[in-house]
């Protein structure tokens, strides 16, 4: 399907690896040029020629911890005349009320949650004056469905969820759209090496990681593909009386009573 993104560019947080990576390749398949955002170099690096080698597109790359707001507003300076905005990096580990440390759960908002704010600020407001643009927030399906067990993350998630209504009723009156995507579980490189482990002590093999999701819908998760697909046609004009509201990606798990 044809998007109408080519000659777009886009800015993607957490872009080297996952569902960022998923998502700039599924973008630069358009022929949407691309800023990736990562801590890492070499990964960022690897994510740049694996996508150059593919397709006829430019690709810069921004190596930063985006959860020091100094680094994020330089990038979002850096990049604020981006068509495209997809803030996704960052990953809020799981916790209770009482065994989730201080220090991290900070540090893990810092990234997840005023990373995405303080990027958002700067480039929604280029955004506003221009009169378009779309930003894209790939938060994650615990902040519909809350648990104790991951309760930074429920929390972080929701007040993100909030920021994506909030502005995406406010944004029409600019021409710009905000929208959300919530994965669910998703076979990202991070997600397939716990699983494997957990094979690796539970069935005796790393490589029998898919038998742990037979009772996943569709016996499986979601491919970074699907949500990076999801993403590029939620950037296109294609998608453009979409905003203010978020898209459930996770095979209807949030939807069922137990």
């Known amino acids: 399907m044809e998007l109408g993104l080519k000659g777009k560019s886009a800015l993607i947080t957490g872009g080297s690896r996952g569902i960022g990576l998923g998502a700039a390749r599924l973008l630069a398949q358009e022929g949407c040029n691309l800023h990736l955002a990562a801590r890492s170099a070499p990964d960022l690096d690897a ?34 005349n981006v068509d ?12 209770t009320l009482d065994t989730l440390d201080d220090t991290t759960w ?35 399906a615990a902040g519909e469905r809350p648990v104790a067990s991951y309760i930074a993350g429920s929390m972080g998630n929701a007040a993100l969820m909030a920021m994506t209504r909030a502005l995406g009723a406010e944004s029409p009156e600019f021409g710009v759209r905000v929208v959300g995507i919530n994965p669910g579980g998703t076979a990202t490189d991070r997600a397939v090496k716990r699983l494997s482990e957990r094979a690796a002590k539970e069935l005796g093999k790393a490589e029998r990681w898919p038998e742990l999701l037979t009772k996943s819908p569709f016996g499986r998760m979601a491919t970074v593909e699907e949500i990076g697909a999801l993403a590029a046609f939620l950037c296109s004009s294609l998608s453009g009386y979409t905003t203010g509201t978020i898209i459930t990606v996770d095979g209807g798990a949030s939807s069922r009573r137990a």
Request: proline fraction near 1%; glycine fraction near 8%; include cysteine.
């Open 84 to 95: 495209f905005l997809i803030n996704n990096a960052g990953a809020i580990p799981q916790g």
């Open 47 to 80: 994510a740049r020629q694996r996508i150059v080698s593919e397709y006829a597109v430019s690709v810069d790359c921004h190596a930063a911890d985006l959860g020091d707001s100094k680094n994020a507003l330089s990038l979002a300076q850096k990049c604020g």
């Open 106 to 140: 900070k540090q893990s908002w810092d990234l997840k949650v005023f990373g995405f704010i303080d990027i958002t600020r700067e480039i929604y407001k280029r955004m506003r004056e221009r009169k378009s643009g779309v930003i894209i927030n790939v938060i994650g």
